[in-house]
Structure formats: C-alpha cells, structure tokens
C-alpha cells in the first residue's frame, strides 16, 4: 500500500502516497496522472560504478535521458553533493512532446565501488514534494548488494575474462531449437537466431565500442552507423520518438541487405542492461515485422534465446565467479571520517569428469578495523543433463536441482546455474581450466 516501507533490489524505500506501481523488473517505476498533467518515478538497480560519480552520471544520463528528439540532451542544471561516503550528481532538463513540456530529473548516488539512480519526469511543479520525498526515502543495503549475481552483471564484468580464460567458443550442443520456431547459433560477434523468413542477432556487449561513442551522439545512431549502415542500404530510415521512460533506442527502415542483393526490412533496438546489448532484425518486409513485433519494447524478450544446452564434456572443469563492494562512512554530524567496511565473494566449482563435483565459497568482510572470514565447502556426485545439474550433499546434505544453461559472449561461454527451489540463489561463471 501507498506510503509504507517497501522493498527493491537492495533498497527499502517509501511508496509514495497516490502514485501506482507499474512494474517491478528492470526498474522500480510508479506513476500518477490527471486529465491536465503527470509525474513518473524511477528507481534503478544497483550496479558496479564505471570508475568515477561523473562516469557514472553520465552514463546514466546518456541511457536514461538523453533524446535529442525531444530537446533533452546536457543537463540544464547539475549539483553535486556528499553524504554518508556517497557521491550525489543531480542533473536535471527540459523536455517536449508534441505541445505539452516536461521536467526530468536524475539523480546518480556512487560510492567508488557501486552505484545507483532515481530519476523523474513530470509536467508539472506541484509533483516536485512527491519526487524529493521519494527520492529521500530510499536507503540502500550493501550486504544485499554482496549476494546479488545476476547473469546481465557478471556477464558484463566478466565477458573480457572470458576471453583469455575459456578454451574457444566451441561447445558440444552449439545449436538451441526451441519450442516456437526459432533456432539460436552463436557467431563470433553475435547470436544469430532464424525463424522463416525473419533472422535476429543478439550482439554482444562491446565495452570498448560503447567507451567509443561520445557523449552527443545519440545511442540509436551510433549502433545503425556500426551495425546496419555497412551492410544494408536503407532509402528511408525511422527513429522511435515516443515519449517513454527509459528512453526507447530504436530506429528501422526498408532497403536492400548487400550481401544477398534481396529487398529487407531492418530493426534496431539498444538495450541496456550491464552495456549495450543492441538486437537488430532482418525481415522480409515491414508487415512481417509489425506482425511480429507491434511495439519496440517487444524486441527485448529476444534476449532469452540467448541459451545453450550443457554435456558432460563441456561442463568438466573448474568455473569461477564472485564479487565485491565497500563503502565508507562519515559522521552525520560534524563529516568527520568514521571507517569502512568491505566485502568479497567468490564461488569456485569443479566438475570432474567422473561424475564428481567439489564447490567452494569464499567470503571476507572487513568493519572498523576488523577482519572476518566465512568458508562453506561441498563435495559429492552430480548428474547432468541438456538443462540441468543434479548435486548431491549440498546443504544440510540435501540434492539440489540446478537450472542451467550456457550463454554465449564474446569469444566464450558463461554457465548459469539457478536453484530450483530458491531462484535468488544463482551463479555465473567462467571457466578458468580444463
């Protein structure tokens, strides 16, 4: 109910009085609207900080804000603040949609190894107690950030790992037929999917392409010049102008694919989750298309098929991941510097070929000087099939069902593994030997 303390990813935070909530996945999003104006709040996840509180605005800006089409490109206005060993950007713009003007607002909060934002968009001053208020109430918990594996984050920092660490990108079951049509391959730049006539390729983060693209260029541009413009000669080209939260990075257009000579209608849309992951589709014609997917927004389920089968030869061996956050704290009263505290993880499994496994987590946290260490180790036999692993003796010496799956990323695989009866208990890995 509106105006009690509720919680998302790592905050607990106060729902404002009046607002509905509109979904709960990407992002925390509430609304409220009248017959004459409206205000949106948003509430992102956590995520690892891009090394300083102006990268991490900026990124945030450029994905969240920044829609030339609408007049919203720097920032009109910009405070900085500190408080409690947390940096605090505050960017705020003007925007238009057809004849009616809005405000938005974003605010960035880094603490050197993390970061987070709270953005709104209104269309009137009166919402602005609504927005401080919100916006004051959230309160993050860092020892929920250290358990929280998600596939998109560790897919993003460990994608150049995987790189050096995997022994090639070939697996045994390179090829995922799913149940509605569409067959998934992984390329060395892409996963390209093919139903009939319409084939979709998933790109892979590019961290050094994404550094690449400036501030002024627009996300949607900058894609179609890398992804599209070499490959296809489009005549006409139409760039999504909606006004929605987050910003829709989309543009399409019908022309000739180069490299087959044939007539085409191509898509592409940017979603950011731990980087740019741009999806861009190859259509017979644009009535295809719309027939498959009405709205942009509809692109983003395309994603999921980014999933291959396990065997017992690929998964031999030893895959690791982990992770890691610290914060400072300062005195609330005079600012006076007041310690910190630290935490890392990790967990290592070692599937052995003969039918054996062995597990390992690792954990230290430091406070106020102090140091403590936590281990929990596990052996036992395990079973694997396409799309699960079977482990016996795991806690209280209980078998544990595995979801599992590989996911491709550039020169390498990643191994998801999810627990049946607990999903928030998930691991993504790399495979560091043989």
Request: glycine share 8%.
């Amino acid at each position: 109910m509106e105006g009690q303390l509720k919680n998302y990813d790592i905050f607990s935070y106060q729902a404002p009085k009046g607002f509905s909530l509109q979904k709960l996945d990407a992002a925390l999003f509430y609304s409220k609207k009248d017959s004459k104006s409206y205000c949106q709040l948003f509430l992102y996840p956590a995520t690892a900080s891009v090394g300083t509180p102006d990268a991490d605005f900026d990124t945030n800006w450029n994905s969240f804000a920044r829609n030339s089409g609408q007049g919203v490109n720097d920032p009109e206005t910009k405070e900085t603040d500190t408080a409690n060993g947390w940096h605090i950007i505050m960017g705020a713009a003007k925007g238009r949609f057809g004849n009616k003007s809005y405000v938005l607002t974003l605010t960035t909060l880094s603490n050197g190894e993390i970061s987070f934002y709270t953005a709104s968009v209104f269309s009137d001053q009166k919402y602005l107690p609504a927005v401080q208020d919100f916006t004051n109430s959230i309160q993050p918990d860092l020892q929920l950030y250290t358990s929280k594996k998600t596939t998109t984050e560790q897919s993003s920092t460990t994608q150049n790992q995987s790189a050096s660490h995997t022994s090639g990108k070939s697996i045994t079951k390179s090829t995922t037929r799913f149940d509605d049509g569409w067959m998934a391959t992984p390329n060395d730049n892409y996963v390209q999917l093919v139903k009939e006539n319409t084939e979709v390729r998933l790109m892979y983060i590019n961290n050094a392409l994404d550094q690449a693209r400036p501030n002024t260029a627009d996300a949607a541009d900058y894609y179609w010049n890398e992804y599209v413009s070499p490959y296809f000669q489009i005549a006409q080209v139409e760039k999504w102008s909606g006004v929605e939260y987050p910003v829709i990075y989309f543009m399409q257009g019908s022309g000739i694919n180069l490299s087959t000579g044939k007539p085409c209608h191509v898509a592409l849309k940017i979603v950011y989750s731990g980087g740019a992951r741009p999806i861009l589709v190859i259509a017979s014609d644009q009535p295809q298309f719309r027939k498959q997917y009405p709205h942009p927004n509809d692109l983003d389920r395309m994603l999921n098929y980014n999933k291959f089968a396990l065997s017992a030869a690929d998964l031999t061996g030893k895959w690791t991941g982990g992770s890691g956050a610290g914060v400072e704290y300062y005195n609330a009263y005079n600012g006076t510097y007041a310690g910190m505290s630290a935490i890392s993880t990790s967990d290592d499994f070692h599937f052995n070929a003969d039918g054996t496994y062995t597990s390992a987590y690792r954990s230290a946290s430091s406070s106020q000087g102090s140091t403590r260490f936590g281990a929990i180790d596990y052996k036992g036999k395990y079973q694997v099939t396409d799309w699960a692993i079977r482990a016996e003796n795991r806690y209280k010496g209980k078998t544990t069902q595995f979801n599992a799956q590989f996911i491709a990323v550039k020169n390498g695989y990643l191994l998801y593994l999810s627990d049946s009866e607990n999903p928030a208990m998930n691991y993504t890995l790399i495979k560091i030997a043989l």
